[in-house]
């Protein structure tokens, strides 16, 4: 079993749509990250948590740290935010452990 | 303010030739990261360095792969002989500190190597 589990593994979804996007992980952590990669793109950070909720723009992350668990929301989604979302959580020695991502695609 | 960037972004090179990436991390970030992304896959860390010092190196092959960081600053990573299974993303990141901050990606060099 996977240290951090992500779900769906991909995810199609009509422009305007809600989405969110799971991850579950096992192991101890002193926060999480959520990262978006557009095909072929470099990686960019959304998201470090360490409790509660944190909002930037459309994109809502949530953690409750005593289920080991947190969400991604995109309200109105848009084509613009098809990529792959990775969920990764930093161990107490400041490791990243990754999950496997989820592939987002918005229709117009 | 400028993010992390790496040199070159693509790189094309036979087996056996040798091969070095560069990067800047963003200014006074003192933690940096060097991961291999294959495709499909999530980050795989080869090294991590505070400041000049390689504090996590476990996942380097050392047989083929080096990394130096003079000065505390930018860093590059070598092969020398790349193998074609060395074909994949080389990302580097950097953070305020490895207990401080998310990491800040650079768009990642992609090596071929036929």
């Known amino acids: 079993k996977n240290e951090v589990e992500q779900s769906p593994q991909n995810l199609t979804a009509q422009e305007g749509e809600f989405i969110t996007i799971n991850c579950s992980y096992s192991?101890?952590?002193?926060?999480l990250h959520w990262l978006q990669q557009h095909p072929g793109g470099g990686i960019v950070s959304l998201f470090m948590?360490?409790?509660?909720?944190k909002k930037h723009g459309r994109l809502i992350a949530t953690i409750n740290i005593q289920e080991k668990h947190s969400s991604l929301h995109i309200t109105a989604s848009h084509p613009r935010d098809s990529a792959v979302y990775i969920c990764?959580?930093?161990?107490?020695?400041?490791?990243?452990?990754w999950g496997a991502g989820t592939k987002l695609i918005i229709k117009p | 303010e400028a993010g992390v960037v790496q040199s070159p972004r693509y790189k094309i090179i036979e087996k056996k030739q040798p091969v070095a990436f560069w990067c800047n991390p963003i200014?006074?970030?003192?933690?940096l990261y060097w991961y291999l992304q294959n495709l499909g896959q999530g980050p795989e860390l080869l090294i991590r360095?505070?400041?000049?010092?390689?504090?996590?190196d476990s996942q380097l092959p050392k047989d083929r792969f080096s990394a130096e960081r003079l000065k505390g600053v930018d860093s590059t990573l070598k092969i020398q002989p790349a193998e074609l299974g060395d074909s994949a993303v080389y990302l580097c990141?950097?953070?305020?500190?490895?207990?401080?901050?998310?990491?800040?990606f650079g768009p990642g060099t992609r090596l071929t190597v036929l």
């Open positions: 990141a950097s953070s305020p500190g490895a207990s401080r901050g998310e990491q800040f």
């Open positions: 200014s006074g970030h003192n933690t």
């Open positions: 360095y505070e400041n000049e010092e390689a504090v996590d």
């Open positions: 192991v101890g952590i002193s926060a």
């Open positions: 948590l360490s409790s509660g909720k």
């Open positions: 990764a959580v930093q161990d107490s020695n400041y490791q990243l452990i």
